[in-house]
Every structure is written in C-alpha cells, then in structure tokens.
C-alpha cells in the first residue's frame, strides 16, 4: 500500500520552470515504477513521464521530452518532476502514480496501482 501526496504546483509565465514532488508512505516505495500524468481541462488523463524502481531509466512523452525531468530519491520516498520551458499547453493537474506490477514505464494509466491528488500546473502567455 502506498499513499502519494503531490506538491509544487503554481502559475508561471511560458518559458519558465517548476519542480513537482511526490512524496510517498509506505516502507516498499522502492518496489514500484513512478509516473506523471497530467489532465487539462475537457481532455484525457495524459502520459508525461515515468521512471524505474531503481531511478536508472526513464521514459517521456514526445510532448514533454527534453523539457521534463523525472528522478526519484528512493531514501526520501519521493519522486520529483523538473519542468523547464513551459508552454501554456502544459497547464493540466499533475498526478503522481505508483505500479507495482512488473511491467515496465507503462504508459497507460490503467497500468498504475495509486495515484495522488493532483497538483494544478498553470502556465500563462
């Protein structure tokens, strides 16, 4: 069982940063692939980015790829996304999200066992 709790989000002007957190309880946090997905207003949860159990791969959807950044600090229970470059298309809530399965970076948020509550990310023009 794990409870994720995500923080970070705010209003930033196009073309600046944020930093998301995901801190996790639960003592098996290092069995679980993390992810990121995010849904804007009228539209479907989205993939954003996931990372392995051990932090030493990751995957990123074409929309956010070379701008995001997801890393895990498996000590701290937490997983973070670093967002550089913001666009106004990236404003959407962002959620946190745990699978403990044995598939790998899942895309598909079906794939995923927990989920936090979201943070709002707004990016203005």
């Known amino acids: 069982q794990v409870q994720l709790v995500e923080s970070g989000g705010g209003l930033v002007q196009a073309g600046g940063s944020l930093r998301l957190s995901c801190a996790a309880s639960?003592?098996?946090?290092?069995?679980?692939?993390m992810g990121w997905f995010r849904q804007a207003p009228g539209k479907e949860r989205e993939f954003a980015a996931a990372?392995?159990?051990?932090?030493?791969?990751?995957r990123y959807s074409d929309s956010v790829k070379d701008r995001f950044t997801i890393s895990r600090d498996n000590a701290k229970n937490t997983v973070y996304l670093q967002m550089n470059f913001l666009k106004p298309e990236d404003t959407a809530v962002y959620y946190c999200?745990?699978?403990?399965?044995?598939?790998?970076?899942?895309?598909?948020?079906?794939?995923?066992?927990?989920w936090g509550q979201g943070t709002q990310v707004t990016v203005s023009s």
């Open positions: 999200a745990a699978d403990g399965s044995i598939s790998s970076l899942a895309i598909d948020h079906h794939e995923y066992d927990y």
């Open positions: 639960g003592r098996t946090f290092s069995s679980y692939t």
């Open positions: 990372i392995t159990r051990s932090g030493r791969s990751t």
